[in-house]
T-cell receptor, first 112, second 111 residues
């Protein structure tokens, strides 16, 4: 069974630039999550989708972050404009019945 | 005060040792408790999943939950160098609740 796919693996940008991350969840998983993991910290939920609807985006900085999940499968997370404090690993996860989350390898973002 | 507290370590043990990893939490509504293992430059991988209090064993791993003390533990028996990773505890209130992670404990098992 294929796991959660994410791309790119690494991204380096300058502050105020924009960046986008892509995620393809495990086939059949209705719930998709985006987490932010700052170095030395545990993952923090940014947004949770159930199919193509948003369940929780309470910790998403909506002035600069946006996410969509068209057709209830793939998802993209965008940051515009990026700040230095956005440097982190962005993890995508999916689950079947919101019990056990399966994570991708993440995208490591460095904002210079 | 953070909802979930976890000592970041690092924790260094010799191969074959018994490892004890712990988390404390403040939200008494948490009912689902998990342990994830994260290797360097990889995403977290689910190790143990427990509902409510009690013990759960899977091979060399044992998870314990003490809801009265708001304290959870993960024990690793006969630790191996391949167990060297960051271990994250995570918990949520309901089945559809938000998963809250601890900071993670970095473990190194020396041959």
């Amino acid at each position: 069974e294929a796991g959660v796919a994410q791309s790119p693996r690494y991204k380096i940008i300058e502050k105020r630039q924009s960046v986008a991350f892509w995620c393809n969840p495990i086939s059949g998983h209705a719930t998709l999550y985006w987490y932010q993991q700052i170095l030395g910290q545990g993952p923090k939920l940014l947004i949770q989708f159930q199919n193509n609807g948003v369940v929780d985006d309470s910790q998403l900085p909506k002035d600069r972050f946006s996410a969509e999940r068209l057709k209830g499968v793939d998802s993209t997370l965008k940051i515009q404009p990026a700040k230095l404090e956005d440097s982190a690993v962005y993890l995508c996860a999916s689950s079947y019945h919101n019990e056990k989350l399966f994570f991708g390898s993440g995208t490591q973002l460095s904002v210079l | 005060q953070k909802e979930v507290e976890q000592d970041p370590g690092p924790l260094s043990v010799p191969e074959g040792a018994i490892v004890s990893l712990n988390c404390t939490y403040s939200n008494s509504a948490f009912q689902y408790f998990m342990w994830y293992r994260q290797y360097s430059r990889k995403g977290p991988e689910l190790l143990m999943y427990t509902y409510s209090s009690g013990n759960k064993e899977d091979g060399r791993f044992t998870a314990q939950v003490d809801k009265s003390s708001k304290y959870i533990s993960l024990f690793i028996r006969d630790s191996q160098p391949s167990d060297s990773a960051t271990y994250l505890c995570a918990m949520k209130a309901g089945n559809t609740g938000k998963l809250i992670f601890g900071q993670g404990t970095t473990l190194q098992v020396k041959p």
